[in-house]
């Protein structure tokens, strides 16, 4: 798992070695900065200067060199430094023979020659100087060169790495991690790592946060590893910022096995994605975006981790930045960007973003736009779009009679293809008779089909149907059933014609305790008709404690959502000067109570509100469908 996050990083730490190197170009120049300077550059020119009978000052040619590399007293110009440096070398300066071996490796000032440059390096390193081993062993190791040997590159990586070189340290224990120079040895690895990272190299200071969250080569810790990222990040490394920044995102509980599991993942998971892979950066979005993975929910992450997975080209990702424009998840919400991402989710061959593009049009009042994108959308099979667009025709106001005529269709069409919420509109309208002769038998056929996919709405036409529309005395059983699928799967006037069922006995034994379940899950969700009957129970001690003051405080719950009922009764309170009602004397009279205001509607009226995926702005859960028309 080390070798993989290695590998994900490596063009990173690749790019700062070469970095590394560099700055050791310029290591005796930067202390020579401060050394005594001939008066002139005339006289210093004239020392370096060949005749006839000499090859002129090795040092002066030297310090020639530094000055156009460095630009210390004339123009910058690498090729004259290199000019300067080379007639240094030839006449035996250890330090020009470094110096232009350099220029060879890295082509500054000569074109680059691995060879050439190896030469000079080798005779600087012969000389006595130590700085030469770290770009012997980067001469050997650049791949495509004629001197081009893993072997020599390892021995002297090992020369500078005994030498204390940070850079020579980290190479090694990459190389061991990666199984280059012998088959991986973890143990290896993690102690050239640790020597570099003593040196507070920030490339191997990350490096060995990776081993301690992966455990390669030393026992696992998370807390040791977020140490060795946060010395890295201090020093500037991006990557070991992403991860400290990850690590406090992690719901996964750092002390247990499972948890320690799945914080190596998603560092594997961050590395990938770092490293510019776009499924990576997609995964990792989705779980910032729905709190999984072991990653604790952060839009503003998500928001930006879908953009690099955009960025990176996954059409999905596309998708996603429009709903979460559109919803306004990490980013203040923004139709126009949304409808710009829907609409380049489309053109790379996301069919269902027509469906979102229409929504953020209607969204935005653009009714006749999102009526000709629904239509789009509905032509191409989408079920979703076909019920969209024929409940916007609905539902708008001065529809006409053509237009209802229209929707209709759009609504069979949902229904033939599956749609649930749609079918459990065509058994509703077929049994009123809406637009033809009514049709019960059809209309159950339709009510079952969308049933069996759950939809409560349909369970809810069911059993009212069974139940003749009421629930009288002579309620069957079969209705009490379907009732109980419709409170199950999320109908909340079904919670309180069970509660006046399982109450009253119909269609079933009398159950206070259960009717008493309903009504209070049906008064938690705010149903005014629940908070009135749960509050005569509590009047009268009827299957419940007797608790008056409850039982106001219930009505004047309900009063304040329009409850009629509850308005009268607490009016009734306030005339007789009481604080709490009289108690009742039957359970007729309670009965009666609990009938007038758990009645349900006529014919049970039917939600049209669309279903679509969990991430979609529009899902039934979503004020945006609602808004407009």
Known sequence: MFRTAFRLTSTVVTGLSIGVAGVGLFRHSVILRDAPQPQSLRALRSQASASLFSSGSAKAQLLLGDRYRQGWGVEKNPTKAADWYLKAAKQGNVRAEFNIGQAYLFGQGRPRDAAKAVYWLQKSEKAGDANAAPYLAKAFLEPGTSVHSVMEGERWLQTAARQGNSWAELRLAQFYASGTLEPSNAGKAFYWYHLAALQQNPTAELDLGYAYIFGNGVAASVPTARMWFSKSAEAGLDTASAMLALLKTVSASETTPQGRSQIRMLVALEAAALHGN??????????????????????????????????????????????????????????????????????????????????????????????????????????????????????????????????????????????????????????????????????????????????????????????????????????????????????????????????????????????????????????????????????????????????????????????????????????????APRKLKSPEQVSERLRAGAAPPEGGQLRATPEAAPDSPYAPSSSLFHSGA
Do not use: C
């Open 278 to 579: 776009a499924a990576a950066q997609y995964q990792l979005a989705t779980d910032y975006r729905r709190g999984t993975g072991g990653l604790r929910k952060n839009d503003a992450l998500a928001l930006q981790w879908y953009q690099e997975a955009a960025n990176a080209g996954d059409p999905s990702a596309d998708m996603a930045l429009g709903n979460m424009y559109a919803l306004g998840l990490g980013t203040p919400r923004d139709l126009e960007q949304a409808k710009s991402w829907y609409s380049k989710a489309f053109e790379t061959g996301n069919t269902s973003a027509e469906f979102d593009l229409a929504n953020a049009y209607r969204a935005q009042g653009d009714y006749v736009s999102a009526v000709h994108a629904y239509v789009r959308a509905a032509k191409r099979g989408s079920a979703q779009a076909a019920y969209a667009l024929a409940t916007v025709l609905m539902t708008q106001r001065n529809s006409s009679a053509h237009d209802r005529q229209i929707a209709w269709f759009w609504y069979r069409r949902a229904a033939r293809e599956g749609y649930a919420p749609a079918q459990a509109i065509v058994a509703r309208d077929l049994a009123r008779g809406t637009y033809g002769p009514a049709d019960p038998i059809t209309a159950r056929q339709w009510a079952r089909k969308a049933a069996s996919q759950h939809n409560a709405d349909a369970a809810y036409f069911l059993a009212t149907d069974f139940g003749r529309r009421g629930l009288p005395a002579s309620v069957s059983g079969k209705s009490r059933a379907w009732m109980e699928k419709a409170a199950q799967w999320g109908a909340s006037r079904a919670d309180v014609a069970l509660a006046v069922a399982y109450h009253d006995g119909l269609g079933g034994e009398r159950d206070i305790a259960r009717a008493v379940h309903f009504f209070r899950l049906a008064a938690a969700r705010g149903n005014e008709t629940a908070q009135f009957d749960l509050g005569v129970l509590y009047a009268t001690g009827d299957g419940l404690p007797e608790n008056r003051q409850r039982a106001v405080a219930l009505w004047e719950r309900a009063a304040a959502q329009g409850s009629v009922a509850a308005r009268k009764a607490l009016d009734a309170l306030e005339k007789a000067g009481q604080t």
